[in-house]
């Protein structure tokens, strides 16, 4: 299909690990990218990876790229009430962006 | 993220007003964008802007009326709107339009129709 798919909810505890998890359909697409967005916010840039690298780690951030699956996942260390917020992540599909819905991270104390 | 900004933050509107969001980013980028973001759906890309000529217009209704006088400032002028074009209208910018280049948003007008 031509969705960029994420599933809509995760819910964790503070000082767990959480993983985002998104699937892709361009082969092709070059760079993949992660968002966050918070309440009342538009997107924040978090991080991003081109597609010859299978993995990119950022402070906390950890993304994971199988071109194979075309499955792309970002895992938050130490997840904080803070990182409370929707992720989507998108493609560049031809000089577009196609995003995904979105995943609400909520986390609990 | 104060690189691109966006007034109002909110408006309300009737069916039979005009009015324009604005946009403006202090990046030195060259493309620019309209999203719209509704509850429960992936975000709609609108139009996009590079060096200030539309390259891309994706089936947007004509009373969704875009204009880019620079490459800093994007304008979205609004008429006759229907109750579903209530959404979170965002901004964004680019270096250029290129695959590698990231796109860096706005807050959004969050617009509501009465």
């Known amino acids: 299909g031509e969705d960029v798919e994420q599933s809509l909810f995760l819910s964790v505890r503070e000082g767990d690990s959480s993983v985002i998890n998104c699937t892709y359909t361009?082969?092709?697409?070059?760079?993949l990218y992660w968002y966050k967005q918070e309440p009342g916010a538009g997107l924040q840039l978090l991080t991003y990876?081109?597609?010859?690298?299978d993995m990119k780690q950022d402070q906390r951030l950890t993304v994971l790229l199988n071109k194979k699956d075309k499955h792309l996942s970002l895992r938050i260390a130490d997840t904080q009430t803070g990182d409370s917020a929707i992720y989507f992540c998108?493609?560049?599909?031809?000089?577009?962006?196609?995003f995904g819905q979105g995943t609400e991270l909520s986390v609990k104390p | 993220e104060t690189g691109v900004t966006q007034t109002p933050r909110h408006l309300v509107m009737g069916m039979t007003n005009k009015k324009s969001l604005k946009c403006e980013q202090h990046l030195g980028h060259n493309a620019m964008y309209w999203y719209k973001q509704s509850a429960k759906k992936p975000l709609e890309l609108m139009f996009v802007?590079?060096?200030?000529?539309?390259?891309e217009n994706n089936s947007v209704p004509s009373r969704f009326s875009p204009e880019c006088p620079n490459s800093s400032h994007l304008f979205l002028h609004l008429h006759t709107l229907q109750p579903e074009d209530s959404a979170l209208y965002l901004c964004?910018?680019?270096?250029?339009?290129?695959?590698?280049?990231?796109?860096?948003f706005g807050d959004g007008t969050r617009l509501s129709i009465l």
């Open positions: 998108a493609e560049s599909r031809r000089g577009k962006l196609i």
């Open positions: 990876i081109f597609s010859n690298m």
């Open positions: 361009d082969s092709s697409s070059t760079y």
């Open positions: 802007y590079s060096l200030e000529e539309r390259v």
């Open positions: 964004a910018s680019s270096l250029t339009t290129g695959n590698n280049q990231p796109q860096h």
